[in-house]
């Protein structure tokens, strides 16, 4: 569902926010390209100024909500591991081998710092997309 007043892709009518179809012609307000293609090639209507293949891809509204819950299992991890000192078993195995080279490296568990410190610059990050992907969709 918009949070803003938004322009319908098939028939360039005016909706409120709020509105999840088109009063006009009852298309859904987020239209995937196969149904705003479909209705265009019927010759309802053009889009607004920009053609279909030029329109920016839409994130499935869950998939922010899950950058921003993995950043933060990620952030978690990172706090457990310095806060206990101890190896945080359901990291993925990429973030693992940081704590296998660190620690066989230099030892004195080094495994574990660096492995944290790796896990919370990915989770920090990882958090930050979610959570833009958020913000965006009730941007104007």
Do not use: H
């Given at each position: 569902?918009?949070?803003?007043?938004?322009?319908?892709h098939?028939?360039?009518?005016?909706?409120?926010?709020?509105?999840?179809?088109?009063?006009?012609?009852?298309?859904?307000?987020?239209?995937?390209?196969k149904?705003t293609?479909?209705?265009?090639?019927?010759?309802?209507?053009?889009?607004?100024?920009?053609?279909?293949?030029?329109q920016?891809?839409k994130?499935?509204?869950?998939?922010?909500?899950l950058?921003?819950?993995?950043?933060?299992?990620?952030?978690?991890?990172?706090?457990?591991?310095?806060?206990?000192?101890?190896?945080?078993?359901?990291?993925?195995?990429?973030?693992?081998?940081?704590?296998?080279?660190?620690?066989w490296?230099?030892?004195l568990?080094?495994?574990?710092?660096?492995?944290?410190?790796?896990a919370a610059?990915?989770?920090?990050?990882?958090?930050?997309?979610?959570?833009?992907?958020?913000?965006?969709?009730?941007r104007?």
């Open positions: 569902m918009p949070c803003s007043d938004w322009t319908c098939a028939c360039q009518a005016q909706n409120g926010a709020g509105s999840k179809r088109c009063v006009k012609c009852g298309r859904p307000a987020e239209a995937a390209g149904e293609r479909i209705s265009v090639e019927a010759g309802q209507a053009g889009t607004s100024g920009q053609s279909i293949a030029q920016e891809p994130l499935e509204p869950i998939t922010p909500v950058f921003v819950l993995f950043g933060l299992f990620l952030l978690g991890g990172a706090i457990y591991q310095v806060a206990n000192g101890k190896w945080f078993p359901l990291f993925p195995v990429q973030i693992d081998a940081f704590f296998a080279v660190f620690d490296s230099f030892g568990n080094a495994g574990i710092y660096a492995s944290s410190l790796v610059a990915l989770g920090s990050f990882i958090s930050w997309l979610g959570i833009a992907g958020l913000a965006k969709g009730c104007k």
